[in-house]
């Protein structure tokens, strides 16, 4: 059982450069999410999926797009990445809506974008 | 607009000693209140979290204190150990949604 894994561990990208950050869960878990960490920023929601199927926006949308493969796979591209998307991303799963449902966290991608 | 405040930004104890982080919110439509855990190089853990009818819970040494008619919530860790030595981030949910806290580097000396 590896819960949440995602690739890459690390990635320098130049700038315009595209590229898609995976993350998979073993969990059977039904909702999944990413986030991005800056210093002293806290974790920022950039966008969710709350059912296989769907996604929707979060806090800090813009650069990015998401795909909901599957139950297990959720990946964020960016689509022509910028010096200011330079950031820690973490993939995260909890299995259902309701509050105290844990959300489980990947060990995260270290983005750089030159 | 920062819905939740966290502070201190960062904090260092003795080995032994008690460790206090505190949160404040603003939006009463929170239902929930988690702590987690983050050591460098790690994605976050959750630590212990409470819901807001509950005025304290406690697990081993971390015990979250909430005070609902502040909007305040906080972290204790007593016992303090150099294994604690982490960040730490407050939450709270609304509509299974977490918003983050910036987060408080402790530090316990040995």
């Known amino acids: 059982n590896a819960g949440v894994t995602q690739t890459p561990k690390f990635q320098v990208l130049k700038t315009g450069q595209s590229m898609t950050l995976q993350c998979a869960q073993d969990m059977n878990h039904n909702s999944m999410y990413w986030y991005r960490q800056d210093p002293g920023m806290g974790l920022r929601l950039i966008y969710y999926s709350a059912s296989e199927g769907t996604t929707d926006k979060g806090e800090v949308p813009n650069g990015y797009n998401v795909s909901r493969l599957n139950k297990r796979e959720f990946s964020l591209r960016l689509e022509s990445a910028a010096p200011s998307q330079t950031s820690v991303y973490f993939c995260?799963?909890?299995?259902?809506?309701?509050?105290?449902?844990?959300?489980?966290f990947g060990p995260g991608t270290r983005l750089t974008v030159l | 607009q920062q819905q939740v405040k966290q502070s201190p930004q960062s904090l260092i104890v003795q080995k032994g000693g008690i460790s206090i982080i505190n949160c404040a919110y603003e939006?009463?439509?929170?239902?929930?209140f988690p702590w987690y855990q983050q050591f460098p190089g790690k994605g976050p853990a959750l630590l212990i979290a409470i819901r807001p009818d509950v005025s304290e819970k406690k697990e081993g040494r971390f015990t979250i204190s909430f005070n609902k008619s502040a909007k305040q919530f906080s972290l204790h860790i007593m016992d303090s150990q150099p294994g604690d030595s982490a960040t730490y981030f407050c939450a709270a949910i609304r509509e299974h949604k977490l918003t983050f806290g910036k987060g408080t580097l402790l530090t316990v000396n040995p």
């Open positions: 939006n009463t439509a929170f239902d929930y």
């Open positions: 995260a799963s909890r299995a259902g809506l309701a509050g105290y449902n844990e959300q489980f």
